[in-house]
């Protein structure tokens, strides 16, 4: 299973999380969920507007505060990876398409 990540502007491939990389978001995802209702998983598609973007990377630096980095190096470094991708499509106001299987 994977989830693939598009630009929404010319539907571009951008990255791919498999499963393990989307277990260490799972914990992102779920406050996602929970602020706005909406579902990132690895069964559905979903856009992500730039305000919901945001809602992302503020939900990241929340878990950063909050969690001992060093625990989980390796998922450390998925966030921090994930995080950065997010900013450079904020920063482009380019909305962001997940598509499941």
């Known amino acids: 299973m994977a989830l693939d990540i598009h630009r ?8 791919g999380l498999d499963d393990k990389r989307q ?7 779920e406050q996602f969920e929970k602020r706005n209702g909406r579902r990132i998983d690895l069964y559905g598609d ?16 929340e878990y ?11 998922q450390t470094s998925i ?7 997010l900013n450079i499509f904020l920063e482009k106001r380019i909305a962001l398409k ?3 299987d």
Request: charged content about 20%; proline content about 0%; glycine content about 6%.
């Open 64 to 74: 950063i505060q909050k969690t001992d980095l060093n625990k989980s190096k390796n």
């Open 8 to 15: 929404t502007d010319t539907n571009e491939y951008i990255f």
């Open 23 to 29: 277990n260490n978001l799972a914990i992102i995802f």
């Open 79 to 85: 966030v921090l990876e994930f995080k950065g991708l």
């Open 46 to 61: 979903t856009v992500i507007d730039t305000g919901n973007i945001k809602l992302l990377i503020q939900l990241i630096d």
């Open 98 to 100: 997940f598509l499941g």
